[in-house]
C-alpha cells in the first residue's frame, strides 16, 4: 500500500468554480504536461521500469490519471492537500492527505534549494538549475536531487508545496539517486489546453474515508491483500 501512497502528489476540495478556462486567456498555466521516466546504474529489470505519465495542471494544482490502474491523484498547492481517488468496477472510494499531516512530514525534513546560474531548454521553456538538499531530522539521513524549473507554469511556490516546499517554478526535469540507480524524469511535452475545474473536485458518488488506515485496509480487501 506504500507504493499507492507514493504516487502522491495531488488533490482537492476547495476549487469552487466549474468553469472552463482557457490557457490563452488565463494568467496562469492551464494544460498537460507528459513526463517520461528513465533509470541509469544498477537497475532491476523488474523493478525500474522505463515509462510515461501525465499530469493535468491549472494554477497551482495538479492531477495524475492512471485509468489501467482505477488511481487518480490530485493535489492541491494553495490547500496543501492531497486526494487519493480509486475507481474500480463497484468501488469509488478515497482519502485526503490533510495539510496538518503533510506539515508534520515535512517538519521532520530540512530542504535546502541552492540555486545555479545552469539553464536548460525543456519543451521550449527556459528552466532554471536547482541543487537539492534534503536532510531527514529523525534519521539523520541526507539526500541529493537535481531540478530544473520553470516559473510559466504555476502561479507561485504553492505548486511545489507537496512535492518540494519552497522551491521556486515548476520542476520539468528532476534527478536523484537512490542506492546506485538513478532516476530522472524530464518532461517530453508541455501543451496549453483548456482545463475544467470541476476535474479536480471529488465526484460526489465516492465513499471517502477519513482514516488512512480504514482506507488502506479496505484496498488490501479489493486488491487481495486481505487483512488481519
Given at each position: 500500500?506504500?507504493?499507492?501512497?507514493?504516487?502522491?502528489?495531488?488533490?482537492?476540495?476547495?476549487?469552487?468554480?466549474?468553469?472552463?478556462?482557457?490557457?490563452?486567456?488565463?494568467?496562469?498555466?492551464?494544460?498537460?504536461?507528459?513526463?517520461?521516466?528513465?533509470?541509469?546504474?544498477?537497475?532491476?529489470?523488474?523493478?525500474?521500469?522505463?515509462?510515461?505519465?501525465?499530469?493535468?495542471v491549472f494554477g497551482n494544482k495538479q492531477k495524475l490519471s492512471i485509468p489501467e490502474q482505477?488511481?487518480?491523484?490530485?493535489?492541491?498547492?494553495?490547500?496543501?492537500?492531497?486526494?487519493?481517488?480509486i475507481d474500480i468496477p463497484g468501488n469509488r472510494m478515497g482519502y485526503i492527505i490533510k495539510?496538518?499531516v503533510l506539515e508534520e512530514n515535512f517538519a521532520a525534513r530540512k530542504y535546502t534549494y541552492?540555486?545555479?546560474?545552469?539553464?536548460?531548454?525543456?519543451?521550449?521553456?527556459?528552466?532554471?538549475?536547482?541543487?537539492?538538499?534534503?536532510?531527514?531530522?529523525?534519521?539523520?539521513?541526507?539526500?541529493?536531487?537535481?531540478?530544473?524549473?520553470?516559473?510559466?507554469?504555476?502561479?507561485?511556490?504553492?505548486?511545489?508545496?507537496?512535492?518540494?516546499?519552497?522551491?521556486?517554478?515548476?520542476?520539468?526535469?528532476?534527478?536523484?539517486?537512490?542506492?546506485?540507480?538513478?532516476?530522472?524524469?524530464?518532461?517530453?511535452?508541455?501543451?496549453?489546453?483548456?482545463?475544467?475545474?470541476?476535474?479536480?473536485?471529488?465526484?460526489?458518488?465516492?465513499?471517502?474515508?477519513?482514516?488512512?488506515?480504514?482506507?488502506?485496509?479496505?484496498?488490501?480487501?479489493?486488491?487481495?491483500?486481505?487483512?488481519?
Amino acid at each position: 500500500m506504500k507504493k499507492l501512497f507514493s504516487i502522491c502528489m495531488v488533490a482537492v476540495l476547495c476549487v469552487c468554480t466549474a468553469v472552463e478556462v482557457s490557457a490563452q486567456k488565463s494568467k496562469s498555466f492551464a494544460g498537460t504536461v507528459k513526463f517520461s521516466t528513465k533509470y541509469e546504474g544498477d537497475i532491476d529489470p523488474q523493478k525500474h521500469i522505463p515509462g510515461e505519465i501525465t499530469f493535468s495542471v491549472f494554477g497551482n494544482k495538479q492531477k495524475l490519471s492512471i485509468p489501467e490502474q482505477g488511481v487518480h491523484q490530485i493535489t492541491d498547492g494553495d490547500a496543501v492537500t492531497v486526494t487519493i481517488l480509486i475507481d474500480i468496477p463497484g468501488n469509488r472510494m478515497g482519502y485526503i492527505i490533510k495539510k496538518e499531516v503533510l506539515e508534520e512530514n515535512f517538519a521532520a525534513r530540512k530542504y535546502t534549494y541552492t540555486k545555479s546560474e545552469e539553464t536548460k531548454t525543456i519543451c521550449g521553456y527556459v528552466c532554471t538549475r536547482y541543487d537539492v538538499t534534503i536532510f531527514d531530522i529523525e534519521e539523520d539521513e541526507e539526500s541529493k536531487a537535481v531540478v530544473y524549473t520553470t516559473t510559466e507554469i504555476g502561479e507561485s511556490s504553492n505548486i511545489n508545496s507537496v512535492t518540494f516546499p519552497g522551491l521556486t517554478g515548476y520542476p520539468l526535469y528532476m534527478e536523484e539517486d537512490d542506492d546506485g540507480v538513478k532516476q530522472i524524469q524530464e518532461a517530453i511535452e508541455v501543451k496549453k489546453t483548456k482545463i475544467k475545474a470541476v476535474d479536480f473536485l471529488v465526484p460526489s458518488d465516492y465513499t471517502m474515508y477519513d482514516s488512512q488506515e480504514e482506507f488502506q485496509t479496505k484496498i488490501q480487501e479489493l486488491f487481495g491483500g486481505g487483512g488481519e
